[in-house]
């Protein structure tokens, strides 16, 4: 899949600055908005990860192992703050592989923008899959379970804590065994 036409430096989230304001990812908010189209019925939702590109790191590279041979009928995306979602085609693309935004600095404010923000995405998305599963640490969850709230979109959420490794193999094996299932 093409990247999307977003060009630029690396994107950092530093003290008194606002990323999710910054002039390509609102580009990005666009084309996520009214250009991205994804025609497999599962959506997973995995947080974004401090090593980029996402699948890279060990979470990752887990949850797509556990999917392989799935790949047609389960999207990928990964929570992010400032991107909101990014989808599992794209992660390699600027600016997905070229930010750097902990959530330890993430502003009360900036939190309420991308609660909202990704309320907007999600009622997008939720017409794109039938079914919506997200496996998240404390700070996602939280973020998409307020805004699938405000959006009225059902995500099936599953928090994974300490265990990542653990609650995510458990998770998408037993939606593996779901998808077999329907197919016999």
């Not at 794209?90 to 923008?113: A, G, I, L, Q």
């Not at 998305?125 to 939280?142: A, C, D, Q």
């Not at 307020?146 to 959420?157: F, H, P, Q, R």
Request: glycine content about 4%; proline content about 8%.
């Amino acid at each position: 899949m093409q990247c999307p036409p977003l060009y630029g430096e690396r994107i950092i989230k530093r003290e008194g600055e606002d990323p999710f304001k910054h002039p390509v990812v609102r580009k990005w908010y666009e084309i996520l908005l009214n250009e991205w189209k994804s025609i497999k019925p599962y959506a997973v939702l995995l947080p974004c990860t401090s090593i980029k590109p996402y699948h890279l790191s060990r979470t990752h590279k887990l949850a797509y192992a556990i999917m392989r041979g799935f790949e047609e009928k389960v999207q990928f995306y990964s929570v992010s703050e400032p991107m909101l979602l990014v989808p599992r085609e794209y992660e390699d693309c600027y600016p997905f592989n070229s930010y750097d935004y902990p959530p330890s600095m993430m502003t009360k404010e900036e939190r309420v923008e991308f609660v909202e923000l990704l309320a907007k995405v999600l009622i997008n998305v939720r017409n794109m899959h039938t079914h919506i599963i997200g496996i998240l640490p404390k700070h996602h969850y939280s973020v998409v379970k307020e805004a699938s709230e405000i959006a009225g979109v059902n995500i099936n959420l599953y928090p994974y804590g300490r265990l990542p490794f653990k609650t995510i193999s458990e998770v998408l094996n037993n939606l593996k065994e779901m998808m077999k299932a329907r197919h016999t």
